[in-house]
């Protein structure tokens, strides 16, 4: 079937609590004195001259020991991934003016999923009362561009009407607050509505590549806590600094020439460019490697921190929010994750709804 599909409406949902710098300061001083020899450092340094473009574009953030994240949103004790997944299905779900029966497949994408051992398709769908097809989906942090290119194929298909994408990262969860590596970190959940749009609207073309050059960057150690329930904590494995830096320019190269490829398109004509801003320096980094101007990108890194594979749909939301993308506006998106998948996709923009905005909200 030939026929135009692409998002229809956003929903983003951040949890209650904010963490600054000041935080880390007061409470951690010597931890953030002697910042130089722990986890953040070693992944994100320069040992002699820069060597490619990510390395001098890293460059002016080595003095600063959260390397540019000023503020970053994590769980509440009485909150979970869950719940941010789920009023982010119903901001998306609102703004589209549908109902959970309105959906038929509800794609669900979590870093890392609520239970040990399952995906939170099944939980989530039994939270929203989904009567339809709901599973998972595992792309790391580049799983956005990849939901969204399979979420519009089957939509193609006439397989489904319309498929309800959740996105959730909750690192917060796999991070002791001595482990720098939680500085640079963040929790969030996002969702799209995908389905049957106007004109030539909607998804164009994708390229998406795995990463197994960064699969040994970090690993998963299960252990128990104080109440003997079993939890997951991320480790930084040896090499992983030399991995990323070495890997960066390369993904993003092949994912945009063959996104623009498929769509027939030049770096040229793009109006608006979204990167998946993991660190305060992505941004630069992407626009420097493509030759854009920075006029035609932001980043939000700053305000909200490493948030996984929902830093794509934030940075969606608040481009529409925001004013910097329009209605037909050429849209390239970008995300890649460790042991997953890199993903370029470029989209017509359409009259996407959005739902409330999570940071001018108190919860």
């Not at 097809?133 to 561009?145: F, H, R, S």
């Not at 991070?175 to 030539?200: H, K, M, R, Y």
Request: hydrophobic content about 45%; charged content about 15%; aromatic content about 10%.
């Amino acid at each position: 079937m030939n026929f135009s599909v692409g998002i229809r409406s956003i929903g983003l949902s951040f949890p209650s609590i904010k963490r600054t710098n000041d935080y880390y300061k007061k409470n951690f001083s010597e931890l953030v004195a002697n910042a130089e020899q722990q986890n953040l450092a070693k992944l994100f340094s320069l040992t002699g001259s820069p060597t490619n473009e990510f390395d001098e574009e890293m460059m002016p953030y080595l003095s600063d020991p959260f390397r540019g994240t000023v503020e970053r949103w994590i769980l509440g004790t009485d909150e979970s991934a869950l719940n941010l997944q789920e009023r982010a299905a119903k901001d998306a779900l609102n703004a589209a003016q549908l109902t959970i029966n309105d959906i038929d497949l509800m794609l669900v994408a979590s870093i890392w999923p609520e239970q040990v051992g399952f995906g939170d398709a099944a939980f989530l769908a039994q939270k929203l009362g989904l009567q339809g097809a709901a599973w998972n989906l595992d792309g790391t942090c580049g799983v956005t561009p990849v939901a969204l290119q399979t979420a519009c194929s089957l939509v193609r298909t006439g397989e489904y009407d319309n498929v309800l994408v959740v996105i959730s990262c909750c690192y917060s969860r796999f991070f002791d607050e001595t482990d720098t590596l939680s500085w640079f970190t963040g929790d969030c959940a996002g969702a799209f509505l995908v389905g049957p749009i106007n004109g030539n609207q909607g998804l164009l073309g994708t390229k998406a590549i795995h990463t197994s050059a960064l699969a040994n960057l970090v690993s998963a150690k299960l252990q128990s806590d104080a109440q003997g329930q079993l939890q997951i904590r991320m480790k930084l494995n040896k090499g992983a600094n030399r991995a990323i830096r070495e890997t960066a320019v390369g993904f993003l190269r092949t994912c945009s020439e063959g996104a623009m490829a498929e769509a027939g398109l030049s770096i040229e004509d793009i109006d608006f460019f979204l990167f998946n801003t993991s660190t305060a320096w992505l941004a630069s980094f992407c626009s420097r490697v493509l030759g854009i101007s920075s006029t035609k990108t932001f980043n939000l890194y700053p305000q909200i921190a490493n948030i996984g594979p929902v830093i794509t749909v934030a940075n969606l939301y608040y481009a529409a929010k925001l004013g910097k993308i329009q209605e037909n506006d050429l849209v390239f998106i970008y995300g890649f994750g460790a042991a997953g998948v890199a993903a370029a996709s470029v989209i017509r923009w359409g009259n996407i709804a959005l739902g409330p905005d999570p940071l001018s909200t108190a919860h």
